[in-house]
C-alpha cells in the first residue's frame, strides 16, 4: 500500500487479505451479516438494518473523534463474491466499504478495503483545523484502518475455521 503523501482529496485506500479454508458460500453468510460487525471491532459499537438489505445505521466512538452515528448504503451484493457499502451519501460517500471473496486453493480469498471520500467525513474537520497536517491525518487514520481490518478478517477466519 502506497500511502506516503496521500490528502484527502484523492480518496485513498487501504486493503488486507486472507485465505480461509472454507468455500466462499461458507465465508459469505458471516462477511455479509452486518449484525457481527461490531463483534469484530473496536470502533463500530451496533448497527442497526433501517432498510432490511439497503440501509443500515452503524454507532461508532474513537478515543480522538468521540461517538457518531452514520446511515450506511449497500451498493454492492452479489453473493458470494462482493458485499460493499456506502457511508453517508451514496453519491459522494465519506467512505467505501468492500468485503471480496474469491475461490482459492480450495478455500476462500477473502479481502476487505476501504475507500476514504470523496465526501466528507470525521476526519475532514480534524484536516480543516490542522490542514498543515493533512498528509499525516490521513496516513495515521489508514494506518488504523489497515490494523481494525486485519482484525476483522482474523475474527472472521476465527469464527469460520473454529467451527
Given at each position: ?22 468455500l466462499p458460500e461458507d465465508v459469505w453468510p458471516v ?73 482459492d486453493n480450495g478455500g476462500t480469498r477473502l479481502s ?16 480543516d483545523r490542522m490542514p498543515e497536517k493533512e498528509q ?28
Open positions: 500500500m502506497e500511502w506516503t503523501g496521500a490528502r484527502y482529496a484523492d480518496r485513498p485506500t487501504a486493503e488486507v487479505s486472507t485465505w480461509i479454508d472454507a462477511v455479509s451479516d452486518i449484525s457481527l460487525m461490531p463483534s469484530l471491532s473496536a470502533e463500530l459499537q451496533s448497527v442497526e438494518w433501517c432498510e432490511q438489505g439497503r440501509t443500515f445505521v452503524g454507532r461508532s466512538k474513537h478515543d480522538a473523534f468521540g461517538e457518531w452515528e452514520t446511515t450506511s448504503y449497500v451498493v454492492e451484493c452479489e453473493a458470494p463474491r462482493v458485499f460493499s457499502w456506502a457511508v453517508a451519501d451514496p453519491a459522494e460517500p465519506s467512505a467505501i466499504w468492500k468485503f471480496t471473496l474469491e475461490p476487505q478495503w476501504m475507500q476514504m471520500g470523496p465526501g466528507r467525513s470525521g476526519l475532514s474537520f480534524a484536516i499525516k491525518i490521513v496516513f495515521v487514520r489508514l494506518r488504523e484502518f489497515e490494523t481494525a481490518m486485519t482484525g476483522n478478517l482474523a475474527a472472521i477466519k476465527e469464527r469460520i475455521e473454529g467451527r
